[in-house]
């Protein structure tokens, strides 16, 4: 497999993590420092009305006497408000969230404006994508600006229209008033008006002071909610167009593996097939991976062939992973010294010098992303151009793979942004559009490709598993003197699928710290899922922690804060900030007095706190469980017979600490789903390898959380008002795991060293 490109999938993970680095010099700024010229460069007037278009210095609007190329992100006509919501909506809610951050500067009605995707245009909106949590810090600054430029045109407008000073004017709920009389005129009236008039240069519009938000921070539902509750087609799997086909695509259910022979003339006879052909792939398991196509009148005839498939695989250069022996190796590994990422201080002196210690090995599956919504495609190839309807994260992406496909240019491409049915990071990767794209160039019509959900399971980017040597230390006081993270990782095509660093917990906190790690060989595909690295250190380094708590008889809050300490900013962190101790002390403070910490709980019950530092995100849970004092018959998802103890959590408190909140419902949303899918993971889910083969490729064995298992969740957020926003999907969800953890531990006695869960014995009532 050293021969099969991993391009594709690295370029993707690190323009990610560089977005998720880079992004305080444009946030911090009033924005972008555009000049005047270029400013003018990005409006005009569209049928008589207004179009703004504010968006990155490269941008450039075409003009064309009076109209002008809808590139911005307003648009004020005869026909009311429309504000453009430019970046993937996946189910996080910046559908919503983005068009309010222009609503609150431009003082809009919120009832009159109508919103609507905007096109993939880079010239107009620079990077348009979806991942690391980065809308809403990406776009803050920008959209308000947008917003602010707007109104303040409207405002000169109306000024010159009543021939009085703009300083006499006021704006309210899409409106121009003038203060001390009852004259007001909307911003539909206006908006020609404006149009016409120069663009002021951005530093000298105000914003306003947050003080002043009537909408930012306000409970806004979301502006697909009805038509999703109606079922209309907003999804990728919902496109229909003439004359449109469906494919199929089967691939070697081992990696790499290619086509020596198959039934494919039987193929091409059954009901409904209108063609099928062989894929050689293009080298890059990141894009076209060998297959053989199938082109049928519909969807059900396509799935219906390709099970009828009858195919020699050549596995020679096919990846033969095992999850069985890679566990082996890594306890193996686990008791030899392995290459150092850090050493602060001296952890073997703080060891002998010890009071107690504390020793373990941490372990954590691979999991699949599993969005509702499985991969799927529509591509229409017209010989010049093709055309794309996909639910991607990396839109940009999308279409220089569908380019490269079939030989065209990117200018050639045209792609349009469809909701996704979730993501979590899946959706980043575009080799589903690759795909679509291939087996378009062969068919004279529109297709659309379908995964199914045993595709999307067997060919996802999983999260890798992990294991982790974990030693450790506290003096007579029971302060934590010394920590040791022994890290085992996987290296697809040969890279760390994960790394851990002296940053990470509690680097900078602890004076002498050993950081190290060592990679396994290993072939199928890695990748970013939801918090990529945090969802699973979280759940080592802070259960650890409670470990050592325990081993110095203290409370594990009293030690968390301790190892806090004094409020500093620690390492360089997310987007050059780091983790603000203070910060994360005063949510670890608020998420225990919610919750009723040191409370009298009843027999059987426990609590357990966690914090993490996660894309920008401070955020500390509590989770209150009980455990079974007996121990119950259940059915496996292997469906044996197996005896475990029922484990309930009844609620997760959950203190955040993300700065200024967009839509208080999107962001209790983000909050309760993350808590949901943590506990959904960390319960029952996982994926093993044999012979290069994922085992558990639906959900009769990739069993997720149900309604009826679900918690109470409790949310509380913090605004001091000296931080930008970041963003909400991601953070909450790391520090579920070992808050329950604890809980259990506190609950039984019993320390959850494995995820899932269920592998150490419990099951979720």
Not at 569 to 574: D, F
């Amino acid at each position: 497999m050293k021969s099969l490109s991993y391009n594709t999938v690295d370029e993707i993970t690190d323009f990610v993590t560089e977005k998720i680095q880079n992004l305080d010099a444009a946030q911090n700024s009033l924005i972008f420092k555009l000049d005047r010229r270029q400013f003018l460069q990005l409006t005009g007037v569209v049928g008589g009305g207004l179009m703004l278009g504010f968006a990155l210095p490269r941008a450039r609007a075409n003009t064309n006497g009076s109209t002008f190329h809808p590139n911005g992100y307003i648009k004020i006509d005869e026909t009311g408000v429309t504000l453009y919501a430019p970046n993937p909506e996946i189910g996080q809610g910046v559908k919503t969230s983005l068009p309010m951050m222009v609503a609150e500067e431009l003082d809009v009605s919120w009832d009159d404006v109508h919103v609507v995707q905007s096109a993939i245009d880079r010239n107009a909106y620079g990077g348009q994508f979806a991942g690391g949590s980065t809308s809403t810090p990406e776009n803050y600054m920008r959209l308000r600006q947008a917003g602010a430029t707007a109104r303040a045109m409207l405002v000169q407008a109306a000024a010159e229209e009543w021939n009085v000073a703009a300083s006499t004017l006021s704006t309210k709920s899409s409106q121009v008033l003038q203060t001390g009389t009852n004259r007001k005129i909307s911003y539909q009236e206006i908006a020609s008006a404006a149009a016409a008039l120069p663009v002021p240069s951005p530093e000298n519009v105000k914003l306003k002071d947050p003080k002043q938000f009537r909408l930012l921070g306000t409970r806004v539902t979301g502006v697909d909610n009805d038509a999703l509750v109606r079922g209309e087609p907003l999804f990728g799997i919902d496109v229909t167009l003439p004359d449109m086909k469906y494919a199929a695509y089967h691939k070697c259910p081992a990696l790499g593996g290619s086509v020596i022979s198959s039934n494919i003339e039987e193929i091409k006879q059954m009901p409904g097939v209108v063609d099928a052909f062989v894929l050689e792939g293009n080298g890059n398991v990141g894009e076209l991976l060998p297959g053989i196509a199938i082109i049928a009148n519909s969807t059900w005839e396509a799935l219906q062939a390709k099970r009828a498939l009858n195919v020699e695989w050549d596995e020679s250069q096919a990846a033969k992973d095992s999850w069985t022996d890679a566990q082996k190796e890594a306890e193996r590994l686990a008791k030899e010294p392995a290459t150092q990422v850090a050493d602060n201080g001296d952890f073997d002196a703080a060891m002998n010098a010890s009071t107690a210690k504390a020793t373990g090995f941490y372990q954590y599956h691979f999991v699949t992303h599993a969005p509702l919504e499985p991969q799927n495609c529509t591509a229409h190839y017209k010989g010049d151009s093709l055309e794309l309807w996909a639910p991607t994260q990396t839109p940009g992406s999308a279409i220089g793979t569908a380019a490269k496909m079939t030989g065209l240019q990117t200018s050639q491409v045209t792609l349009h942004q469809m909701r996704c049915g979730g993501g979590f990071g899946r959706r980043l990767y575009n080799d589903f559009v690759s795909e679509a794209a291939a087996i378009a160039r062969r068919s004279k019509t529109p297709i659309k490709l379908q995964w199914t959900r045993e595709d999307d399971t067997a060919f996802d980017l999983f999260r890798a598993g992990g294991f982790h040597q974990m030693d450790g230390c506290v003096d007579d006081n029971g302060k934590v003197t010394g920590w040791r993270n022994r890290f085992i990782t996987f290296a697809p095509g040969g890279r760390p699928a994960s790394s851990v660093s002296g940053g990470v917990f509690p680097g900078g906190m602890v004076d002498n710290l050993r950081v190290e790690q060592v990679a396994l060989d290993w072939t199928n595909r890695c990748a970013a899922w939801r918090a990529p690295g945090s969802n699973v250190f979280a759940f080592v380094v802070q259960c650890f922690l409670d470990e050592l708590a325990h081993a110095g008889q203290r409370d594990p809050l009293e030690v968390l804060l301790e190892v806090l300490g004094e409020p500093r900013s620690v390492g360089g962190g997310w987007r050059g900030q780091g983790m603000h101790t203070g910060r994360a002390a005063n949510v670890v403070k608020l998420a225990a007095e919610k919750a009723g910490w040191g409370k009298e709980l009843p027999k059987n019950h426990g609590m357990g706190v966690a914090f993490y530092y996660s894309h920008a995100g401070h955020i500390a849970e509590v989770a209150e469980v009980s455990v079974g004092g007996k121990e119950d018959t259940v059915t496996n998802r292997s469906g044996d017979s197996v005896v475990r103890r029922k484990l309930t959590v009844h609620k997760v408190t959950v203190a955040a600490d993300v700065g200024p909140i967009i839509n208080l419902s999107g962001a209790e949303n983000q909050a309760e789903g993350s808590v949901i899918d943590a506990l959904s993971t960390m319960m029952d889910l996982s994926v093993t390898f044999e012979n290069g083969r994922a085992q558990q490729t639906n959900f009769d064995k990739y069993r997720m959380l149900r309604a009826s298992s679900a918690p109470a969740v409790a949310s509380h957020f913090i605004d001091t008002g000296e931080h930008s926003p970041t963003g909400l999907g991601e953070p909450v969800f790391p520090p579920l795991a070992p808050a329950v953890g604890n809980a259990i531990f506190a609950a039984c006695g019993h320390r959850v060293r494995t995820l899932p869960i269920s592998e150490e014995g419990f099951y979720l009532a």
